[in-house]
């Protein structure tokens, strides 16, 4: 069977920021290095012999002899139990030319483990179907569209009926799966015609690596022909692009891992598989009872041998031993070791090992696909990505579609900024309406229309909802991490992207439910205030709305800069407290990414006359100011931190207020604070 490193669903929606939790959470303590997953493949032998197969051996093959027999599997399989496994992914070959097959399966998934299975599907019999039934991952794989491709792929004819009738077996069974495509050279022409037809026969189907690596064998007609099928590198990073979007994601779960990715970066240290080692929560073993941290490690040096010697030996002492054991030869510094293509490369030494006998060899067919990636990545960001800043904050905001000139409207303009900073929050929109799984959403926090929002793990889940009580349609979702600095939105529709002159990066009412949190934990808040810059003294005009910011910015723009007339950010930088513009106006259209220091606090209130009344206690400073920040999702802590904000800003900063009538006769009032 072929591995499937990306897995693409037809939806894709994560529900979480922790898919890499590797500490407790609350606790911040490491889980502890458990063999929590895996791989087994039952044989290598298999009745099919497809051209692009690494590991096939012939249905026949005496190696049968040496495949463990399931009273051993039954041993081993108990013993990774015991050590923290719950979880199987069960392949070949083809598996069920086993005829225990159906024992072993029973054996292994009998206690309700969560499973995956790889098959060709030819094998698949009414009782196997019923007995797949239990709840787990079946992958069928399919090679053509037709009888005639198909079977020129397998070279095996009959094989495309036969895998039809397994999947016919399964749907009367009832039994759930998922078709799995793998494309190659000889199909690659019908590849739509695959896809239609695995959408025909299962709703989940996926794609699988569409990058071929040749066999341990070292068979030189087998690797030929494994070559021959590989597709182009435009055709693979069509099939399988890069994610352009996850470069801070990647940092992200490493700083939280507090260890380096899974791959190696550039310049890093010799040790060629101490990362994947180091990471590692998996295991593999082979028909043989070979058993290594990966299933891509075919050197029987770097197997252990559970026939002579018992699982927790092999997962506690051996694996970590074969850290230090390959290390990178001279030419590795010079090629994939010094790499700068590597964050787009999918090479790996195991990789190496398979195309050339070297763990340090460099892949030419992997080099050609990593150029590919890296201008599609390039061309990617140029299109789908815009960055803005604000208050000193940047926001990077990557879109499924491509953005135009008329995406954002016009006020957005002097915002945007040319790239990133070292304050960021990063967005991604997509336009896919995910499904929802109401047992996975978490914990309701707040539900009142238009959001209703949800805590899971430590990530924020906010689902738009209409006002009726029976309405049950979802109007887009959002999820953000912890400090919502991380956000993927997912639009119900395109049409609103489209129309463009967007008013919110988020694509929300407004941007302010984003931002209002990721400012609190940045010393900010958003203030319902007009701000004006006048000779670089910051005047904060504080009101609700009618209370006359609008008026007020009005009489006062030609002394000075509008920063906004409705929402001003203010934030405690190293010098002191500064205002910053916003995009967040009211009727005045003037906005500006500029900012000032804060000197005056200024209460405005409509009167019959323009006085200015210094409010003298620090409390009651704090306590109109209260009144007046923006609340987006209120939690103790978020007011905790604004309270002290506020304290801080009523301590350090004159407090006003302004009475003022409509002659516009404020200017030589305001004039004399400054
Ligand atoms: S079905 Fe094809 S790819 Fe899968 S194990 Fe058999 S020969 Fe290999
Ligand atoms: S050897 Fe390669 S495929 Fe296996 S875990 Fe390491 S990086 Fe991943
Ligand atoms: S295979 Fe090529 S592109 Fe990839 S890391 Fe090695 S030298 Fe760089």
Redesign the pocket.
């Known amino acids: 069977m072929r591995r499937l490193s990306p897995v693409r669903k037809r939806v894709l929606f994560r529900l979480s920021f922790l898919d890499r939790q590797t500490s407790i959470i609350g606790s911040g303590r490491p889980i502890p290095r458990l063999p929590l997953e895996g791989n087994i493949d039952l044989t290598y032998r298999c009745n099919c012999n497809c051209r692009h197969c690494w590991l096939r051996l012939p249905a026949n093959h005496p190696s049968a002899k040496r495949e463990l027999p399931f009273d051993e599997i039954g041993r081993i399989v108990g013993e990774a139990r015991a050590m923290g496994c719950r979880k199987w992914l069960i392949s070949g070959g083809e598996p069920m030319l086993r005829p225990d097959f159906g024992d072993i399966f029973d054996m292994i998934t009998h206690r309700s483990l969560p499973y995956s299975l790889n098959t060709n599907g030819t094998l698949i019999t009414p009782a196997i179907a019923r007995l797949l039934k239990r709840k787990g991952a079946k992958m069928v794989a399919l090679y053509g569209a037709t009888a005639e491709t198909h079977d020129h792929i397998t070279r095996t004819p009959g094989s495309f009926a036969a895998t039809m009738q397994g999947f016919a077996y399964l749907r009367e069974a009832k039994t759930g799966f998922i078709v799995q495509l793998i494309p190659m050279r000889d199909n690659y022409r019908e590849f739509d015609a695959m896809t239609r037809l695995a959408r025909s026969l299962s709703p989940v189907y996926r794609v699988g690596a569409p990058w071929l690596y040749l066999s341990a064998c070292r068979s030189a007609v087998r690797n030929r022909e494994i070559s021959r099928q590989r597709l182009n590198p435009a055709d693979v990073i069509h099939l399988d692009p890069p994610d352009a979007t996850d470069d801070d994601e990647r940092i992200t779960a490493a700083e939280a891992d507090d260890k380096p990715p899974a791959r190696l970066q550039?310049g890093e240290e010799n040790r060629l598989f101490a990362a994947c080692i180091d990471g590692c929560r998996d295991f593999h073993i082979d028909p043989y009872g070979g058993m290594t941290f990966c299933c891509f490690v075919k050197d029987p040096a770097l197997r252990y041998n559970l026939r002579k010697g018992s699982f927790r030996r092999a997962w506690d002492d051996f694996i970590p031993s074969l850290a230090d054991k390959v290390q990178g030869d001279p030419g590795y510094e010079e090629?994939?070791?010094r790499?700068?293509?590597?964050e787009?490369?999918?090479?790996c030494p195991a990789?190496?090992y398979l195309e050339h006998g070297r763990y340090s060899a460099?892949?030419?067919?992997?080099?050609?696909?990593?150029?590919e990636a890296r201008s599609y990545r390039e061309n990617w960001q140029h299109h789908h990505r815009r960055y803005f800043r604000i208050a000193d904050i940047t926001i990077r905001v990557d879109s499924d579609l491509p953005f135009t000139e008329k995406t954002f409207d016009p006020k957005f303009k002097k915002f945007e900024a040319a790239g990133p900073s070292e304050e960021m929050i990063s967005l991604r929109h997509h336009f896919e309406q995910p499904a929802f799984d109401r047992d996975d959403m978490g914990q309701e926090v707040y539900r009142r229309a238009p959001w209703a929002i949800y805590r899971k793990d430590r990530s924020w889940i906010y689902l738009g909802i209409g006002p009726g009580r029976r309405d049950n349609t979802i109007y887009g979702a959002a999820v953000f991490n912890e400090g919502h600095t991380r956000g993927r939105i997912y639009n119900p529709s395109e049409a609103l992207f489209r129309q463009g002159k967007l008013h919110a990066l988020t694509m929300f009412p407004s941007d302010q439910i984003l931002l209002a949190r990721a400012l609190a934990d940045r010393q900010a808040c958003f203030i319902h205030a007009a701000g004006m810059d006048i000779g670089g003294k910051g005047l904060l005009l504080v009101g609700h709305s009618g209370a006359g910011k609008t008026t007020a910015a009005r009489m006062l723009r030609k002394q000075g800069e509008v920063l906004c007339d409705d929402r001003i950010i203010v934030r405690r930088r190293p010098e002191g407290l500064r205002i910053h513009g916003t995009w967040s106006h009211g009727e005045l259209p003037d906005v500006s990414a500029g900012s000032a220091p804060l000197s005056a606090i200024i209460f405005l209130e409509k009167a019959d006359a323009n006085r200015l009344v210094p409010v003298t206690k620090g409390i009651e400073t704090a306590r109109l100011l209260a009144q007046h920040v923006v609340k987006s999702l209120v939690t103790a802590d978020w007011w905790e931190k604004i309270l002290t904000l506020i304290e801080n800003m009523a301590q350090e900063v004159p407090a006003y207020r302004l009475q003022f009538d409509k002659s516009g006769r404020i200017n030589d009032t305001i004039g004399k604070l400054l």
């Open positions: 550039p090629n994939c070791g790499c700068e293509q590597r787009d490369c999918r090479w990789y190496g460099k892949v030419a067919y992997l080099c050609a696909l990593a150029d």
